[in-house]
């Protein structure tokens, strides 16, 4: 079975920083991109950023300037560098990967908590 490995995350003050990371080195099937979404409660899933096969990165608008997406481990690790903290990033951060054929893959989330 395919499976995305997220680490890191935890709690941290504000204005401080935190990786995740993201490990797809068990999937097989050919990715057209790997990312991450957050989800906080009584919120819907927010994009956060994501890398695409041929190095194409995007963030979204509230993280801009912030995070930082990376690939590592030719391509089988990715990282979310996040900086500057603040309380309203406190979330469940899901990692995804978007296959050219065959549904979108998710992992099991890892919770990010910034305290005030």
């Known amino acids: 079975q395919e499976q995305l490995v997220e680490s890191g995350g935890g709690l941290v003050q504000a204005g401080g920083s935190l990786r995740v990371s993201c490990d797809s080195s068990g999937i097989t099937s050919d990715l057209a991109a790997i990312g991450w979404y957050r989800q906080a409660p009584g919120k819907e899933r927010e994009f956060v950023a994501a890398?695409?096969?041929?190095?194409?990165?995007s963030y979204g608008d509230s993280v801009k300037g912030r995070f930082t997406i990376s690939s590592g481990n030719a391509e089988k690790t990715v990282h979310l560098h996040m900086g500057s903290l603040i309380p309203e990033d406190t979330a469940v951060y899901y990692c995804y990967a978007r296959r050219r054929v065959g549904p979108q893959l998710w992992g099991q989330g890892t919770q990010v908590t910034v305290s005030t």
């Open positions: 890398i695409t096969s041929r190095g194409t990165i």
